[in-house]
């Protein structure tokens, strides 16, 4: 396996070309000594259900895995908590207002990103919304609906800590 830095050949303090595997989570500088860790960037993912007990499922309007199933969610922003950044992507995806969030569990992943596998820490919040009659598809999501659980397939997502994810969700 290369190494996750691969791509990064340049210190970006100092410029210069002797950047070199430090370890696997890390390059150093031999010119002037900067050490750059890749830690795993954290995401969300939102679970919600309907007073049926279905589960809102998306379908990804963007690679990586176009075209399979997902959950509502993304990467955080700078400066923002995980609860603040479920409430803003299932906005932002699903155009529902998100009223409570209940922190699940976490599960590693990697996310093929510009050519880069960024390594993430996925974290999955159970979400109480004000009301689904305005669930759209929006921004990176294709399509959006409630599944009952027993029509759940995990092998039907296309990201692995979503499929684990799902799986720990419906029992499958």
């Known amino acids: 396996m290369s190494h ?3 791509l ?6 100092c410029g210069s070309e002797k950047f070199v595997e430090n370890n696997k989570q890390s390059k150093r500088c031999n010119s002037c000594g900067f050490i750059n860790y890749i830690n795993p960037k954290a995401a969300v993912v939102a679970i919600i259900t309907n007073s049926e007990g279905d589960i809102l499922v998306c ?3 963007k690679d ?3 075209g399979t199933l997902d959950m509502p969610g993304g990467f955080t922003d700078l400066n923002e908590t995980a609860e603040e950044a479920v409430i803003r992507e299932v906005k932002e995806e699903t155009g529902l207002t998100v009223t409570a969030t209940r922190y699940l569990f976490s599960l590693p992943n990697t996310y093929k990103y510009s050519g880069l596998n960024v390594p993430t820490m996925d974290l999955f919040f159970e979400c109480d919304v004000q009301e689904i009659s305005n669930l759209t598809a929006r921004d990176d ?3 959006a ?3 009952p659980r027993k029509e759940i397939d995990p092998e039907h997502f296309g990201l692995a800590s979503i499929r684990k994810g799902i799986s720990r969700i419906v029992g499958k």
């Open 4 to 6: 996750l830095l691969e």
């Open 145 to 147: 609906w409630f599944m």
């Open 141 to 143: 999501v294709a399509e």
């Open 8 to 13: 990064f050949r340049f210190c970006p303090v």
């Open 59 to 61: 379908k990804r309007a």
């Open 64 to 66: 990586p895995a176009r």
